[in-house]
């Protein structure tokens, strides 16, 4: 067992580190001590847990790891109990707060083991994983006081060392960042199809597995994007400018576009603009977490519309859509057929 001092020193440490404060010398400290044994890397991961779930992650915040614990405890109790019949009122954020605290962080912290007899170590700080589960959005601070807002459906990956040697992360599905200027480690994104490298600036990055294409839309500053699919020169974007790739073809371009509707996400609202229905059916079915199927016939029509997520059901959604005369839906074991 460690004395009470030894776990303030670590908590000590695990508050400057998800602040954004902790130095390489600190941060090695607390590596190593969490690589001495299982205990250890549970105890950090636990800690790590609270602090995130608490939502209390914010530069601003002083760690207080009893009251950010009760905090979490509150929330979990505060869960509402799930009713039937439809509503328009809006969720209890005690609700989406437990949504999202119960899935949001998966951190995998380095397990010791053995191999042909010797003990090894598998691995340094792996990576943390910070997830929105389908039907809810998340807003993070990352180590190095960049903003992210993800959408529901989306998760990013770091490296537990980001903001010391570098600041590059993994993104699948749809993210707002707002990236604190760092002349010194560029920040950079990373996707199958499109990596992007910014020192500061505020872009909205769409790029879910099941979408036909990526989207980037500049807010501010400026942006490189390179091309992961087929050579070409890299694509640099200005404000008020939009990036699109083709996943079919590979082809990227560039165009104008009202940007600021390209993170209304984050407002709580479902924007359509000229959009196909198949397209739309993604998003109700990832801010919703339903299942809605389109049929063929109707994958050409395209809709225009602004709604907004909490206060509205999905069936009102459709509703308001299916008034056009131009679809009609139903509900046929749990699933929305669009026809």
């Not at 915040?61 to 929330?75: G, H, I, T």
């Not at 199809?193 to 879910?208: C, M, P």
Request: charged share 30%.
């Amino acid at each position: 067992m460690h004395d009470d001092s030894l776990h303030a020193g670590i908590d000590r440490l695990i508050m400057e580190y998800v602040s954004g404060k902790l130095d390489k010398d600190s941060f090695d400290r607390l590596k190593c001590w969490s690589l001495e044994s299982e205990d250890n890397r549970r105890y950090v991961r636990q800690r790590l847990e609270v602090w995130f779930s608490s939502g209390a992650a914010d530069n601003r915040v002083s760690f207080d790891k009893e009251k950010a614990y009760l905090r979490f405890l509150q929330r979990i109790h505060d869960r509402p109990e799930s009713g039937t019949g439809r509503t328009t009122r809006r969720l209890p954020l005690s609700y989406l707060f437990y949504k999202v605290a119960a899935v949001i962080l998966i951190v995998v912290l380095p397990i010791a083991g053995y191999w042909s007899g010797k003990e090894t170590v598998k691995s340094t700080f792996a990576d943390m994983v910070v997830e929105a589960p389908l039907g809810a959005q998340t807003r993070l601070s990352l180590p190095d006081g960049t903003s992210v807002w993800l959408n529901a459906g989306s998760k990013i990956t770091y490296s537990q060392g980001f903001g010391m040697d570098d600041r590059k992360l993994s993104l699948e599905g749809e993210g707002y960042f707002e990236v604190e200027r760092n002349e010194k480690i560029p920040f950079e994104i990373m996707t199958p199809e499109v990596s992007l490298r910014v020192l500061g600036t505020k872009f909205n990055f769409r790029n879910y597995p099941d979408d036909k294409e990526v989207a980037v839309s500049l807010l501010e500053g400026s942006v490189m994007l390179h091309n992961e699919m087929k050579t070409m020169p890299d694509m640099v974007l200005s404000p008020a400018e939009r990036m699109t790739l083709d996943k079919r073809t590979g082809e990227m371009r560039k165009s104008r576009a009202d940007v600021e509707n390209s993170m209304l996400w984050t407002r709580d609202e479902l924007f359509f603009d000229e959009e196909l229905l198949e397209d739309i059916a993604k998003k109700l079915t990832r801010s919703y977490d339903v299942r809605i199927e389109v049929a063929d016939s109707l994958k050409g029509k395209r809709f225009y519309g602004s709604f907004r997520i909490l206060g509205n059901t999905v069936e009102e959604v459709l509703e308001a859509i299916a008034s056009t005369g131009q679809m009609r839906y139903k509900l046929i074991n749990g699933k929305y057929i669009l026809y």
